[in-house]
């Protein structure tokens, strides 16, 4: 992706990085305590790639089918968030969630409905500090469950132009002994990305002021 | 490091270039960030920079606000230059690295770990996404299962499937199992690496190989199919001829199980004469390095075969390559005895047509004789006397025939002793004018022109003759339309290898005789074939083919040669070459005197044939001579011993019992000296006479005239004996 990011310099990047981080930290630390375990989290990965090449980026790793769950965010700026497990994942998720004391009967009738309330908690735990880092408020939209395969889960969004440019920030993360692992990504069109440089700039200008 | 000091001491050591990036890392941890871990530059006072690495997590309150942040500070200066070492080796070499921690279901990757798996690069990757791309048949790049101890792995060789391109590539790893510097269980820490060159060259190498191998059997399939199928006997043996294999060929040719021939000599299995051959022959083949030999082996049976071998040595082990010729000796043999039978039965195909040509010859001369004799007979029965001589002449006339075609065939037996004798060889030609004019008829104009300064040769004037007038008849025939014939002489004097097939000694002198004429002449190919026996241009029947054999066959026996020159419508010339006579020119006397008289000699006649002792008896007594006739040896002996003298013993050489030469031995004992005259028709063993005839004896040859056999009984009668006078008891 070398030479398509040109619209942030490496200290946006580090910025937009930072409070990704930041997010995706409180989000963590909302899933740990869920599930009880230590949650392990790459470093954020913040690339302007297309829209299908964003698409390929999870699909490339991932050959089985995907669960996600979707929410829509709209402020200052605007995108998508999602949280995206393997199929086979999203079980041991729903079931670390709900405690190994509940049965396999009630695991599968309540396995979307606690990834849709995972997802909701992780995802807005996620945007909702991102936007307080940036002195900004989002309003998010109702967790929706997509299931498919990486392409599907993001042109499902209705976006006219497969080459049209997106920032797209992701996160894996994993779940020790549960095997649990899975993505956060974040999807923003370009007004949003020019809204968001210069929210970081503003950002960085107040960090590195002498505290 | 750092405790209790203001947050602007620390970022006061921080390099400028750093500054907004580590305030930026703190601000995050202060607002909640959990892991806090990032490299810069530190500026020492006295200006020199070092790298290090700070870490840390933040400690938050109930409500997720921070407490305090609890870090490390490492010095990571030598740590950079290694990884920067480590980065460019990595890249340089194309190697990937990847770590993973027990019970977590992603994999720590380098950049270039995912470039190798085609992969987008990012340093966190699901187990799953990086095992996916692996050929199911092989080791997966991330074990499931981690052993409890630490140790060292194995090199792992497994194939992909790039993720960008689809593109299939070898790749291996090797990497250990080691202590979790964080948690309790091990750590995966591997590499890998792209070996799909050299992987495709050891399967080029190995299909090569395989290639090669296959090549190696194919032929080796091919040798042992030859051993196998092949009709000719292929065998191993030792230095000592002994069989250490033999292919299916010997026991079909000899019969022998293939169980009994391993580890039997060659020379045991060889046909008992020629066991030595064998072994002599595989001497020679030790010696030499090979030997190539016929040899006949023995078959189940007991019968021979016979076998052509060919045996190469190298070092102690000899191979033998045998092919079975008994057919084809067979064969040859069946070929032989057809080629003699050909030569046979041509041979009788010439004796019939031998046979043939005499009995017609005969036949003509029988009637003329059988039909003078009637006429005569039956003139005299009614006494009509006049003119019965003529028919005596003609009878006569073909008697004489009948024994110059006997005397042919003898020549050409070479069974006829030659009478040579000087001979006035002008002469005889001039004295055949008459013979040879009655012979060729009116059509030919004869010339005959002996030189006068002839030398005399040493041959047999009557053989001569009939070589003169043998030439004279061909020649005439060859004339049908008439032309000339000549004979003429001259004297010639030949060195050795002068004229072919003439034996000389130094220089010698000879008597040349041309008979030539004008006639239709022969080719070079009939030239070729004019002396051999039976050889003629005649239709069947009306010659005998000895013609020309019988000229050549006499001029060889005088010493002499013979020599034909022809050209087809140009006419023959056949020159006949008889030595010269040392003794000059003492002439055969011959015919025109009166038949000499006996005076009451008393001469014993030995003859078993009864008219032939008749007629000699009878002419014996009408020349005046006292004859006693015995039939056999026996009675001969008898004979002799009843009587006290003999003036002359004439006696048949092919007597039954005792021959007439033993008998004249036996006669001489008797009476010492007494003379005696061979009367001989075929005598194999009278042809050198000198030999057969001791002094005192002489010889005539039947069929004989009388007056012949009266000048020859006064010759000897009148020579005398010394022996006879020597001997005391005479």
Sequence with gaps: MTGVNISLDELERDALTEVVNIGVSRAASSLRKMVGRQVLLSVPSVEIVTQAAAAALIGQRESEDLVAVKQEFEGAFSGRALLIFPETKSRELARAVMGDEASAEQVSELESEALAETGNVILNNCLGTMANMLKQSLKMSLPEIIRGTGERLFSETGEPDEGALVLFLYINFSVQDRNIRGYIAMLMDLPSMAALKVLIADFIDRVTEDV | ?730
């Design chain 2, 1 to 730: 490091m750092v405790r209790g000091v203001p947050t602007s001491r620390f970022f006061a050591n921080i390099a400028a270039d750093d500054q907004k990036r580590i305030r930026l890392a703190v601000a995050g941890i202060l607002a909640g960030a959990e892991v806090f871990s990032k490299d810069y530059r530190l500026v020492k006072g006295d200006g020199t920079m070092r790298w290090v690495h700070a870490s840390g997590k933040a400690i938050l309150s109930q409500d997720d606000l921070p407490l305090k942040f609890i870090g490390d500070l490492v010095d990571i200066t030598e740590q950079k230059r290694v990884q920067e070492q480590l980065r460019i080796a990595q890249s340089a070499g194309a190697i990937g690295t990847f770590e993973h921690a027990r019970g977590f279901g992603t994999v720590t990757v380098s950049e270039q770990f995912c470039r190798l798996l085609g992969l987008h690069p990012t340093r966190i990757l699901p187990v799953a996404t990086v095992n996916q791309l692996v050929h199911p048949a092989d080791r997966p790049i991330i074990e499931p299962i981690l052993p409890e101890q630490p140790r060292p792995d194995s090199n792992i060789e497994f194939r992909i499937t790039r993720a960008d391109t689809g593109e299939h590539r070898w790749l291996t790893r090797r990497g250990e199992y080691v202590r979790d510097l964080s948690g309790p269980g091990l750590r995966y820490i591997g590499v890998a690496y792209d070996i799909t060159a050299s992987k495709l060259n050891e399967e080029r190498l190995k299909r090569l190989n395989e290639g090669l191998s296959e090549s190696v059997k194919e032929r080796t399939r091919d040798r042992d199919r030859i051993w196998q199928n092949s009709r000719d006997m292929l065998a191993v043996t030792d230095q000592h001829g002994r069989i250490l294999d033999a292919n299916p060929a010997w026991p079909a040719i000899l019969g022998i199980e293939f169980s009994d021939l391993v580890g039997r000599g060659m020379s045991e299995l060889a046909w008992p004469d020629d066991a030595e051959l064998v072994r002599g022959n595989f001497v020679d083949t030790l010696r030499e390095g090979s030997a190539a030999f016929e040899s006949r082996i023995k078959h189940a049976e007991g019968t021979p075969r016979w076998v052509s071998w060919t045996a190469s040595r190298e070092s102690e082990t000899i191979y033998l390559y045998g092919r079975h010729v008994t057919r084809e000796k067979e064969q040859e043999s069946a070929l032989r005895e057809a080629e003699a039978q050909l030569r046979q039965s041509q041979k009788m195909e010439a004796v019939g047509q031998l046979t043939g040509g005499i009995a017609h010859d005969f036949n003509n001369m029988l009637t003329g004789i059988m039909g003078a004799l009637d006429i005569i007979k039956r003139r005299l029965a009614s006494g009509r006397l006049e003119g019965v001589e003529r028919f005596m002449d003609a009878a006569t006339a073909s008697a004489q025939r009948a024994a110059g075609l006997t005397h042919r065939l003898l020549a050409f037996s070479r069974r006829q002793p030659l009478d040579r004798k000087p001979v006035d060889v002008r002469q005889l030609i001039l004295d055949m004018r008459e013979l040879l004019d009655r012979s060729l008829g009116e059509q030919v104009e004869l010339r005959v022109q002996p030189s006068p300064d002839c030398w005399a040769a040493v041959t047999d004037a009557n053989q001569l003759e009939n070589a003169l007038l043998n030439l004279a008849i061909n020649a005439r025939d060859a004339m049908p339309d008439g032309g000339q014939l000549s004979i003429e002489t001259h004297n010639i004097a030949l060195v050795a290898g002068e004229m072919p097939g003439l034996i000389i000694q130094g220089k010698q002198d000879f008597v040349a005789i041309t008979v030539r004429d004008t006639g239709v002449g022969m080719s070079a190919e009939v030239l070729e074939k004019v002396f051999e026996p039976f050889f003629t241009t005649k239709p069947i029947g009306q010659g005998t083919g000895l013609g020309l054999s019988m000229v050549y066959g006499f001029t060889q026996q005088s010493g002499g040669g013979v020599d034909i020159k022809s050209k087809p419508a140009q006419g023959t010339a056949i020159t006949l070459y008889l030595p010269r006579s040392p003794a000059e020119s003492q002439i055969d006397v011959r015919r025109g005197s009166p038949v000499p008289q006996g005076a009451g000699e008393s001469v014993l006649v030995v003859e078993d044939d009864s008219s032939v002792r008749l007629l000699v008896v009878e002419v014996l007594r009408d020349l005046g001579y006292s004859a006693i006739e015995a039939v056999n040896a026996d009675l001969a002996i008898e004979k002799l011993r009843q009587n006290d003298h003999f003036d002359l013993m004439i006696s048949d050489v092919g007597l039954p019992g005792m021959n007439g030469r033993q008998l004249a031995e036996v006669a001489r004992d008797i009476h010492p000296g007494l003379k005696v005259l061979f009367i001989t028709g075929y005598a194999a063993n009278a042809i050198n006479k000198n030999e057969f005839l001791a002094d005192g004896m002489d010889m005539i040859s039947k069929p004989f005239d009388l007056e012949q056999l009266a000048r020859k009984i006064r010759e000897m009668l009148a020579v005398v004996m010394n022996t006879a006078v020597i001997v005391p008891d005479s």
